[in-house]
């Protein structure tokens, strides 16, 4: 009788569950509250060499909805590895981040943003390619 009423109230919680999610709007409200389902919002990346330095500044929208940053090297363009975490601030609205290192060969790097929402929605930077010269900027 206990396993019967375990499998039943677990199956009521998923119903739930997947009645709430399915109430939501485009715009991520659901039940007059607001849910962070939108993805991050990035409104610049960049990247130069300064000083055998590589490095990276961008500017996201809503900070509010970011959670943390993966910023990604590759030196072929297509594996990646994680070369920093960078967690967002408190703050709402437009916010600046930025990520440096020492750049010791001449070979290009390639570098990307891995973005997380709240939601731990996933959403990916244009890649970009920074060469260095041996030569101070």
């Known amino acids: 009788m206990k396993k ?5 109230f677990t ?3 998923l119903y739930f569950h997947q009645k709430a999610f399915s109430q939501h ?5 659901a039940n ?3 849910v962070s389902i939108l993805p991050v919002n990035l409104i610049s990346f960049e990247g130069k060499l300064n ?3 590589a490095l990276l500044q961008w ?3 809503k900070n509010e909805t970011a959670y943390r940053f993966d910023v990604e ?5 297509i594996n990646f590895t994680i070369a920093a975490l960078v967690f967002t601030s408190e703050k709402n609205g437009n916010e600046n981040y ?3 290192e020492n750049l010791n060969n001449k070979r290009k790097v390639y570098y990307r943003l891995k973005m997380y929402n709240k939601s731990q929605s996933i959403n990916y930077s244009k890649t970009l390619v920074i060469q260095n010269t041996g030569k101070a900027n």
């Open 32 to 34: 007059g509250s607001s």
């Open 25 to 29: 709007n485009d715009t991520g409200i």
């Open 59 to 61: 500017l996201i929208d």
């Open 73 to 77: 090297r590759s030196t072929d363009g």
């Open 98 to 100: 930025m990520f440096y």
């Open 4 to 8: 019967i009423i375990a499998v039943c």
């Open 51 to 53: 000083n055998n330095k």
């Open 11 to 13: 199956l009521c919680s």
